[in-house]
């Protein structure tokens, strides 16, 4: 009895094999039939999941996308039972740098795919980049979650916050990625930029972040 097709893993798989090639060549350079080759299958099953490449292209980056969710929850995880909105939002953030081979991945394929939008007619009408941001609506309730708990400093805005924070991150994670600084450093910004929204406990407000022998500085 023929072994019956699994089309979700088979789509899986393909999608799998796309974010290989374009972490090797660059996503601007893979096409079909590349993928095709790597996964190792025939071009026309291929076309058979993906009607064109920029449907294969964007159901690779949602897979990857996925599997950076995957990757928040688990750090998310790391920091104990019942973690304040703070630990959870350092979460999210740190789990977006370049530090290792899948985050590296990530970043440097969502860029590409975000790059290639803006000259590829085909490619901007695929719904990735004009989805809801999911991650800014989440960074913003959690902040909202901060400011009624009492642990944001008088006057912040949760939703420019949120809106800030991830750009930040976003630039953060570029810079690490071409070299030009490393992981530990794009921390330390992050973590000096977070101790400006959130209060080192409810109801105190200092008016500098002090060290012992001085205002914090990178």
């Known amino acids: 009895m023929p072994r019956r097709v699994d089309h979700a893993e088979r789509r899986t798989e393909i999608a799998e094999a796309l974010v290989r090639a374009a972490g090797r060549r660059g996503l601007h350079a893979v096409g079909m039939r590349d993928v095709a080759a790597e996964a190792g299958v025939s071009l026309r099953l291929v076309q058979y999941y993906f009607e064109s490449k920029e449907k294969l292209l964007l159901f690779g980056l949602r897979h990857l996308a996925g599997r950076f969710g995957e990757r928040v929850a688990a750090r998310i995880r790391?920091?104990?039972?019942?973690?304040?909105?703070?630990?959870?939002?350092?979460?999210?953030?740190?789990?977006?740098?370049?530090?290792?081979?899948?985050?590296?991945?990530?970043?440097?394929?969502?860029?590409?795919?975000?790059?290639?939008?803006?000259?590829?007619?085909?490619?901007?009408?695929?719904?990735?980049?004009?989805?809801?941001?999911?991650?800014?609506?989440?960074?913003?309730?959690?902040?909202?979650?901060?400011?009624?708990?009492?642990?944001?400093?008088?006057?912040?805005?949760?939703?420019?916050?949120?809106?800030?924070?991830?750009?930040?991150?976003?630039?953060?994670?570029?810079?690490?990625?071409?070299?030009?600084?490393?992981?530990?450093?794009?921390?330390?910004?992050?973590?000096?930029?977070?101790?400006?929204?959130f209060l080192d406990r409810p109801g105190h407000a200092p008016g500098y972040l002090t060290t012992g022998t001085g205002p914090r500085s990178l």
């Open 78 to 197: 790391a920091t104990g039972t019942g973690p304040g909105p703070r630990a959870v939002v350092e979460a999210l953030l740190t789990a977006a740098l370049p530090v290792d081979e899948e985050s590296r991945l990530f970043h440097h394929l969502y860029t590409s795919y975000a790059m290639l939008s803006v000259t590829d007619e085909a490619l901007a009408a695929q719904p990735f980049i004009k989805d809801p941001d999911a991650a800014e609506q989440t960074l913003t309730g959690l902040l909202r979650q901060a400011g009624d708990a009492g642990l944001l400093r008088p006057g912040v805005d949760a939703h420019a916050a949120a809106v800030g924070l991830l750009a930040m991150s976003a630039g953060l994670g570029t810079s690490v990625l071409v070299g030009q600084r490393d992981a530990e450093s794009a921390t330390t910004v992050l973590t000096y930029h977070l101790d400006r929204i």
